[in-house]
């Protein structure tokens, strides 16, 4: 091979050194680099998949906390009407020996973020009447809240008997949007 033996080491070696850098440069952006952006893709695809995760176990425990809250509030953003059709169809279901003496005008709080509306309601029967009806309307009854209770005797003008009346405050939030 004469072809080579004109040329030093030192021109044969830059030469080999050019030719190994084209070739680097080369294979880099051929193979290295689309490999290089292939990982940094997977590691970006890992994170928002563990984001997606996440946000979704958040979403599940937000919904849970929905849920107690409505457990323990009533369900919100059900209507005045609603609520007490849906109260008097649970009375006629649930209640025996018992009438509704009084249902008075429902009381609205307004907040700037929601709304509260209060029930009145006066029940006359006997007591153990009235504790079974108030124990089944606090395990079932979820679009308002019993928020309070109050149980009096009250003697009756026209029968001279002693009626037990119990007056009920059930509570339903409504969202404002």
Do not use: C, W
């Not at 080579?4 to 680097?24: H, M, P, R, T, W």
């Not at 395990?139 to 008997?161: G, I, W, Y």
Request: charged share 25%; glycine share 2%.
């Amino acid at each position: 091979m004469t072809f080579f033996e004109k040329y030093s080491y030192k021109q044969k070696n830059f030469a080999l050194l050019v030719l190994a850098v084209l070739l680097f440069a080369a294979a880099y952006k051929r193979s290295f680099k689309t490999t290089i952006e292939t990982r940094s893709y997977i590691a970006e695809l890992e994170t928002k998949k563990l984001a997606g995760i996440q946000s979704q176990r958040e979403l599940f425990q937000a919904r849970k906390e929905v849920m107690q809250l409505n457990k323990l509030l009533g369900k919100e953003n059900v209507s005045i009407e609603k609520t007490q059709q849906a109260f008097l169809n649970f009375f006629a279901a649930k209640s025996s020996n018992i009438s509704v003496q009084q249902i008075d005008e429902v009381y609205s709080f307004e907040h700037p973020d929601f709304k509260i509306n209060t029930f009145k309601i006066d029940l006359k029967s006997d007591f153990i009447s009235a504790l079974r009806f108030i124990y089944l309307l606090e395990l079932h009854f979820d679009d308002a809240r019993l928020v309070h209770m109050h149980s009096e005797v009250k003697e009756n003008p026209q029968t001279e008997k002693n009626d037990l009346i119990t007056t009920l405050l059930l509570q339903n939030y409504v969202q404002k949007k």
